[in-house]
């Protein structure tokens, strides 16, 4: 997984509960995203960010904010929590390369919203 | 609309068939196209990606992109038990950031 944790690997929660998922890397990459996934619609960007307390709005960003204090780690964080966001969250890295920046994904958190 | 459109299946097929995935897209501003696997529970991992239209090898794989016709294609040939998982096509319009679209995912299952 190209040195990235997720926690927690799964969660079950109650509407109307903060939530928050971290994603950690051991490099010191400057981009890092989170992603949902759900059938239907594949894998869809959340947010991203591309520095520490750097970062912007993806695809599906309502209800979700992110914090980014130290390179390694990248907060996701649900205010409260909605069974609509009930999905698989991962969180990816990009790896500078050329001519294409790879990204390496976790391994997925997966959250249940009751 | 969806900016990446793939067939979700299910696709089964016996060992050593050919294989053939696809997307289309919408929006010619997609430069680079790429093709991960995800085996179950597990994340996304890139298998191959190509740059503008032609093809690309990588033993048993093949890419394809067609920009005229904004059509990208895997082919897995002499499929293996193991190829079975969910492939999931993804293109960046640009190199800086990296923001990936990616298509739904199409579910492949090769029964020995």
């Known amino acids: 997984d190209a040195g990235i944790t997720q926690s927690p690997r799964h969660k079950v929660t109650e509407t109307g509960t903060p939530v928050t998922l971290r994603c950690h890397q051991t490099?010191?990459?400057?981009?890092m995203y989170w992603y949902r996934q759900d059938p239907g619609h594949g894998l869809r960007l959340i947010h991203y960010s591309y520095g520490v307390k750097d970062t912007d709005k993806g695809e599906v960003s309502d209800g979700y904010s992110v914090s980014r204090s130290k390179t390694e780690d990248f907060l996701l964080t649900l205010e409260s929590a909605t069974s609509s966001q009930t999905s698989v969250y991962f969180c990816?890295?990009?790896?500078?390369?050329?001519?294409?920046?790879?990204?390496?994904f976790g391994p997925g958190t997966r959250l249940t919203v009751l | 609309q969806k900016e990446v459109e793939q067939d979700p299946g299910p696709l089964s097929v016996p060992e050593g068939a050919i294989v053939s995935l696809n997307c289309t897209y919408s929006n010619s501003a997609f430069q680079y196209f790429m093709w991960y696997r995800q085996y179950s529970r597990k994340g996304p991992e890139l298998l191959m990606y190509?740059?503008?239209?032609g093809n690309k090898e990588d033993g048993r794989f093949t890419a394809q992109v067609d920009k005229s016709s904004k059509y990208i294609s895997l082919f897995i040939r002499d499929s293996q038990p193991s190829d079975s998982a969910t492939y999931l096509c993804a293109m960046v319009k640009e190199t800086s950031g990296s923001r990936l679209t990616f298509g739904e995912g199409t579910q492949l299952t090769v029964n020995p």
């Open positions: 490099e010191n990459h400057r981009y």
């Open positions: 990816a890295i990009s790896v500078p390369g050329q001519p294409y920046n790879e990204q390496f």
């Open positions: 190509t740059y503008s239209s």
